[in-house]
């Protein structure tokens, strides 16, 4: 009878392995393009507070579309939806991370197995609790169980988890792309599990490692297909593909999480881009009137903030004409502050972005004017130019911080 059972689940995970690279492939941009856009991916983020954010995401239902990877799933235990999406330019992360993860998920009933599995070390029930507790430092833990456990046994565990991870490279990847996927097992225990980099992510904010109740729950949407891939721009045209796609099965999105889209290695695009980013979003996906964005933005450490994809259309309206310099000053950088100083440090970074931005004077009595409760009018502060960025970027931040109300 068990026996049957196991086999019965396994055959359902082999199905819904092959229905995530069927839809994968449906929906995304061609193999040949989108395997140009190859790299490592961040198993882990370098994001600060996204899990400040979660509980505005409690049983939200609906749609998750979200780039990146462990932040989805931690979305996922809070929103519940009927459909999680991971929507990436990095055929590495759709195409090798996530089905890998899943198929490690499929043959790991508990944390316990999962940690087991990952680190080629066997953990007991106390020390799979202890490290995803968050009250033991990771290390400690992490100590005790590789001290006791044979090195030659886990490097053939760990030979074993590579091969794996390989059979999950499709026919249609480069061969750079094999060579370098070879390496992430190595990547993943020195610079992940074993900094305890991993877990931090993972257990923050009732993060989907945090419970039992949650990583079964993230177990169960992979094993009955409820998490699809799409490899892609997330401003390109696999956007429309994906609307299509939940429509015919009359979904709505509800959530949408861009990480630092648009701000990267790359360098700031132009605010004339986020723009453009959001409508195609708002216009080409079947979203709800008041679905959530999380983003990470900010100059000096990419800090979460939320806001609902209308409020994001309306922002980025405003800054479109603004030059990428003052909308980090005057906006991305008081809303980092925002998140992790609190409101009474809002004016204040204001006022720094405009001594580096070397602003007219009248800026600072504008705000002068706005601590001394005259919110009123403030464009028409004595020298205030409401057509100016400077102005326009300090607006969005007021409308966005609560500190006025949008005209």
Not at 17 to 38: G, K, M, N
Not at 55 to 67: C, I, K, N
Request: charged residues 20%.
């Amino acid at each position: 009878m068990l026996r049957a059972a196991f086999a019965l689940v396994f055959v359902s995970a082999a199905a819904c392995a092959s229905d995530y690279e069927r839809t994968l492939e449906q929906l995304s941009e061609p193999a040949a393009s989108r395997w140009q856009h190859f790299t490592a991916p961040y198993f882990s983020t370098n994001e600060k507070l996204l899990n400040r954010f979660y509980p505005r995401f409690d049983g939200l239902g609906g749609v998750t579309v979200g780039v990146s990877f462990q932040q989805n799933l931690s979305l996922l235990v809070h929103a519940r939806p009927e459909l999680c999406v991971i929507f990436d330019y990095n055929p590495g992360l759709t195409e090798i991370l996530v089905p890998f993860m899943g198929d490690v998920l499929k043959s790991s009933p508990s944390r316990r197995e999962f940690l087991s599995t990952l680190l080629g070390a066997d953990f007991s029930d106390q020390e799979t609790k202890d490290l995803l507790g968050g009250a033991t430092p990771a290390a400690g833990v992490l100590t005790v169980v590789l001290e006791r456990t044979d090195a030659a046994r886990r490097k053939s565990r760990l030979d074993e988890l590579r091969a794996r991870l390989l059979a999950h490279v499709p026919a249609e990847a480069t061969p750079y792309a094999r060579s370098e996927t070879g390496k992430w097992i190595d990547i993943l225990q020195s610079q992940e599990l074993l900094t305890g980099a991993f877990f931090s992510d993972a257990i923050a904010g009732g993060g989907w490692l945090s419970t039992e109740e949650n990583y079964g729950l993230v177990r169960k949407y992979w094993l009955t297909g409820r998490i699809i891939g799409v490899t892609g721009d997330i401003s390109g045209p696999s956007v429309a593909k994906l609307g299509d796609f939940l429509r015919a099965k009359h979904l709505e999105v509800r959530a949408l999480y861009l990480s630092n889209v648009g701000i990267s290695t790359e360098g700031h695009f132009p605010e004339a881009w986020f723009r453009d980013l959001y409508h195609k979003l708002g216009a080409e996906l079947p979203v709800t009137p008041n679905a959530l964005t999380l983003i990470a933005q900010g100059p000096w450490q990419l800090t979460g903030y939320v806001r609902t994809l209308k409020q994001a259309i309306w922002v980025y309206d405003q800054l479109a004409g603004v030059p990428e310099e003052t909308a980090i000053r005057l906006h991305e950088a008081p809303l980092e502050i925002l998140v992790q100083l609190g409101p009474s440090q809002l004016i204040p970074a204001l006022r720094k972005g405009l001594v580096s931005l070397h602003s007219a004077p009248a800026y600072a009595l504008m705000l002068d004017r706005l601590e001394a409760g005259k919110s009123e009018d403030l464009e028409k502060s004595p020298g205030v130019d409401p057509r100016s960025p400077t102005y326009k970027a300090i607006y969005c931040t007021l409308v966005e911080a609560g500190r006025v109300r949008a005209q």
